[in-house]
DNA sequence: CTTGCTTACGAGACTCGTAATAATT
DNA sequence: AATTATTACGAGTCTCGTAAGCAAG
């Protein structure tokens, strides 16, 4: 037996059983693949797959409890190089990250860029995607790191540590009717236009839920996944947006806008939705590189 | 990286950083295994071991990290073998218990003969120690299972599982002047020579906790690690015993000797020592063979 | 008839053991 | 002087890639 079987197998069943997909994505030859793996059934006594003659089918009983040994296997040979960097070389490699629009583009910059200093020689690459998609990537090893608000926590196959709070804020622009009143309501909110996030997105159930519970119905005319698109669409007034307060600051409005009557505000509702937790999650059991750490404890706050 | 290299690691370590010893027990060639963890480290770019000139003296932090990961490694592949095999071969194998001597001779019998029915082609290796040596046998893997008392349940790198609940008894000759009393005290206890385990052994920490906790000194004037030794000297009438009730049985004493005045009897005490709870141990995170869980749930009740 | 797994075979790499060397205790 | 690790080197093994064969959709 020798680890070289192990990520054949690995690599095989993640390419849905097609040995020449894996042997491709191996950089070797489907041949030796197809050997690998039948001198590990044979070394093992049992057969890991199915065959329809020549076609792999679906795994075995055996073959599945023989997976789920390997995975953790070759985790932790990746942990034995991980600490080994830790140790001999802490400063550079590699660090893939995955997250939300929101969080690649309002809350990562700071603690980026505060990363890129601690450690200039680590290549940073971002990846964007759903909750959903975040999370499988960082089960295939596509990604170290994912960075999301929902899916994130309850997931058995990953470890996650919480990151921070925030809530969601309203905004619109100055000529809108809601910006004459001292204090809106959710009721008030219901009446008008709204734009927010995709349901799969930042907190989006937390705003469909406050709207149940007060038994409104709100009129969401347009859905998006990304924080700037809801306020692009805000400024050309379709309507009133809720976006995380992440992604608006007054300050950066009065920058950004020549015009005043462009400038949205924020306005006056008492976080009429419920708290979102950002949290962070990677591989159960995977140790983390020492920059991994640094940039996660730079988020928290 | 191969698996050849992290088992010569982990034996080298367990010879106490000795290659000729390691290479010995792994039936190689001394320089075959210096060379292979002299790679190991070149390829993890990390010393293992702090040498002194040619000695290896001690490990490094980073070894010590690499360690603890590469026994977790090699104690999966172990369990790969070990769930192919309880797919494919699950009645043969070996099972190497380590107990201390009550459980071999008196609670271990039975389990096993039930065991060597349902599963004629295993072979059983039984070893017998005391409780902190069994905890060590599992450690080194020498045993698979290890069943005791005392120590068992609280090793962080042990898997317990617990078995069922026994108490002392008392045992004299019929002869003894306490055997005229209808109901014996602890005080009337602590004024005859007893007999009894030594005292890591058998619970021995109860009997001591309760004649301390009446403010008595018991005369102890014989301890052994072994329940039949310590019945011979009752019979040879050098005290009064206190074994475990698995090692006693009145029916048992009419049946081995012939003379009525031989014949240990139990003395009418109110179980005075607490409760002692027997414990099967393995290594963490280890899997079963089905024969395994067979001899465990066998000894359940 | 295309896709995809298996068998056959040979060149190159690698493993591992012996012998010699060097450094501690 | 004895013990123990490292270096050198070569025989045997093993890995892996190419080419050919063959089964299934």
Chains 1, 2 share one sequence.
Not at 83 to 91: I, R, T, V
Not at 120 to 144: A, N, W
Request: hydrophobic share 40%; proline share 4%; aromatic share 6%.
């Amino acid at each position: 037996m020798n680890l070289q079987q192990l990520r054949y197998l690995r690599e095989t069943v993640r390419r849905d059983l097609n040995l020449t997909a894996a042997a491709l994505a191996l950089h070797t030859s489907q041949p030796g693949l197809s050997k690998a793996i039948r001198e590990l059934e044979d070394e093992l006594g049992i057969t890991i797959f199915v065959r329809h003659g020549k076609r792999l089918t679906h795994l075995t009983d055996a073959g599945r409890d023989v997976l789920a040994i390997v995975e953790r296997i070759l985790l932790e040979i990746d942990n034995l190089k991980r600490s080994s960097m830790n140790w001999h070389d802490a400063q550079t490699g590699e660090l893939r990250i995955a997250a939300t629009h929101t969080q690649a583009r309002y809350s990562l910059p700071p603690a980026i860029a505060r990363l890129r200093t601690q450690y200039p020689e680590v290549t940073v690459r971002l990846h964007q995607g759903s909750p959903t998609q975040i999370v499988e990537m960082i089960r295939s090893g596509q990604v170290d790191l994912g960075i999301a608000t929902e899916a994130i926590g309850q997931q058995a196959d990953l470890d996650s540590e919480d990151l921070f709070c925030w809530y969601h804020c309203v905004i619109a622009l100055p000529s809108h009717p809601l910006c004459q009143l001292a204090e809106v309501s959710l009721e008030a909110l219901a009446e008008h236009d709204l734009i927010t996030y995709d349901p799969q997105f930042a907190g989006r159930g937390h705003i469909d839920r406050a709207f149940n519970e007060h038994r409104l119905k709100p009129r969401i005319v347009l859905e998006a996944t990304d924080s700037d698109v809801i306020k692009t669409y805000v400024r050309l007034g379709l309507g009133v947006g809720i976006v995380s307060e992440l992604a608006f600051s007054e300050d950066d409005e009065a920058e950004g806008s020549t015009m005043a009557t462009d400038r949205l505000v924020r306005l006056p509702i008492d976080r009429p939705f419920a708290r979102n937790l950002t949290r962070v999650a990677f591989l159960h059991g995977r140790i983390l590189r020492r920059y991994e750490q640094a940039l996660i404890d730079a988020m928290k706050h």
